[in-house]
């Protein structure tokens, strides 16, 4: 028999009389099927609340009983290892259960505040992880041009973005396609997001002399042949990554900048030589998240004046082997979020990225060399037949994947 979706004011009444291990699994198993990517417990002044993030934004799901709070905190430190008698300073760990027959992994990072301490959970459902290139968003010119990037023997594939964008799970898709018997795959990150089948991970431990850099020269020695650095952040790495790339290894990392055309010039500012960039980088891919609407109620309409305008404008700028296929219904429609059962009322259902992604070539190359600014390197994009972030969201509209609404507020940058 299917469960009962246990009502908030029930809940609130068994967690006063219920073992706490009892309310922690409820929590963990409300967020794993409402598909949270976040758990927040946080104090407030008369109640506990209980906010789970959901496609990007973070809703109440729950209001307890105040005086349960330290043991609910207590609880998840017990599950991941953590000191249950320190509360005067952040704490990290993990752990990993069962919910609904299937294993996920809880990434667990617990702040004092003045109410009391707060417990975030990053929800990693392995089930939910590791993605097909088409599930991420990747299309058109996009999907070619990584999926060539992939065949080289080597090079340094730079996703960039902010934090949240969905970074690691792109090169994660990627790593999982080069997951074969034949092939070395090592990574290094911070932390470890999923558990892959046939790939050597390692987490960092900066507090013990473990950084990025010191990991990256041991793996060097490791004779692999797919590297994965969670992220660039400082010279010494950049420069090991940069010289794993130029001895035959293919090198996947993330890198904080705005866009694509940004990577050359934030690697040329972490002191890589120039000279050493166009044969070092294969790929550049920037991305940003957007919320899907959700199929069972979006509606069809005219857009207004200004989105129509906004539309043609971005369609208008689109490279001429792109544009001839984009077939621009008259009258224009898109589509707009409603809201259902199906998505609690939001109107969207998932999240998807949207791309760039620039392509190292011999034109690049000198631009680099000579005068690696945003504005040269942008004129070769174009040149290349690269889609901005923005353009491919405005296609993705035209194909009533999301809502104009979701590309402005992620693409306007």
């Known amino acids: 028999m299917p469960k009962r979706p246990v009502k908030k004011e029930e809940f609130a009444r068994m967690a006063e009389e219920a073992p706490i291990t009892r309310v922690v699994a409820v929590i963990l198993r409300h967020a794993v099927e409402g598909k949270a990517s976040d758990i927040h417990i946080e104090p407030m002044k008369k109640e506990l609340r209980v906010r789970f993030r959901v496609d990007g934004v973070l809703q109440t799901n729950l209001l307890l009983p105040l005086k349960i709070h330290p043991a609910v905190v207590a609880r998840v430190k017990i599950l991941s290892n953590l000191k249950i008698d320190e509360t005067r300073i952040p704490q990290d760990g993990r752990f990993s259960t069962k919910v609904g027959g299937k294993d996920v992994d809880f990434r667990v990072s617990t702040f004092p505040t003045t109410l009391g301490e707060k417990a975030v959970m990053r929800v990693l459902d392995a089930s939910e992880g590791v993605k097909s290139f088409e599930e991420l968003g990747?299309?058109?010119r996009n999907y070619d041009v990584l999926n060539a990037a992939i065949k080289k023997p080597y090079g340094m594939i730079l996703s960039t973005g902010p934090t949240g964008s969905g970074k690691t799970t792109t090169l994660y898709a990627v790593l999982n396609l080069l997951n074969k018997e034949g092939?070395?795959?090592?990574?290094?990150?911070?932390?470890?997001?999923?558990?892959?089948?046939?790939?050597?991970?390692?987490?960092?431990?900066?507090?013990?002399?473990?950084?990025?850099?010191?990991g990256l020269r041991h793996m060097l020695r490791q004779d692999p042949d797919v590297i994965m650095v969670g992220e660039i952040?400082?010279?010494?790495?950049?420069?090991?990554?940069?010289?794993?790339?130029?001895?035959?290894?293919?090198?996947?990392?993330?890198?904080?900048?705005?866009?694509?055309?940004?990577?050359?010039p934030r690697l040329?500012?972490?002191?890589?030589?120039?000279?050493?960039?166009?044969?070092?980088?294969?790929?550049?891919?920037?991305?940003r998240l957007?919320?899907?609407?959700?199929?069972?109620?979006?509606?069809?309409?005219?857009?207004?004046?200004?989105?129509?305008?906004?539309?043609?404008?971005?369609?208008?700028?689109?490279?001429?082997?792109?544009?001839?296929?984009v077939k621009v219904p008259e009258p224009l429609m898109v589509y707009q979020a409603q809201g259902c059962k199906k998505c609690n009322s939001t109107g969207y259902l998932g999240r998807i990225a949207l791309f760039e992604i620039l392509e190292m070539t011999n034109q690049l190359g000198e631009i680099i060399l000579k005068e690696p600014t945003e504005a040269k390197i942008e004129e070769e994009a174009r040149r290349q037949g690269m889609t901005t972030m923005k353009q491919d969201g405005v296609l993705k509209v035209l194909d009533g994947v999301t809502s104009l609404e979701e590309v402005l507020r992620a693409a306007e940058i």
């Open 138 to 140: 990747l299309e058109r």
């Open 183 to 214: 092939v070395n795959i090592t990574t290094l990150e911070d932390p470890v997001e999923y558990f892959i089948e046939g790939i050597n991970q390692s987490q960092v431990r900066p507090d013990i002399g473990y950084s990025f850099a010191q």
């Open 233 to 264: 952040r400082d010279e010494e790495t950049a420069a090991l990554a940069t010289h794993a790339a130029l001895t035959g290894h293919i090198v996947l990392s993330t890198l904080h900048t705005n866009n694509a055309l940004g990577v050359a």
């Open 268 to 287: 040329l500012d972490l002191d890589v030589a120039a000279f050493l960039i166009p044969s070092a980088l294969s790929l550049a891919i920037a991305q």
């Open 290 to 325: 957007v919320r899907v609407l959700c199929p069972h109620c979006k509606k069809k309409v005219k857009p207004d004046p200004k989105a129509k305008e906004i539309i043609l404008e971005e369609l208008e700028k689109l490279p001429p082997a792109i544009k001839k296929d």
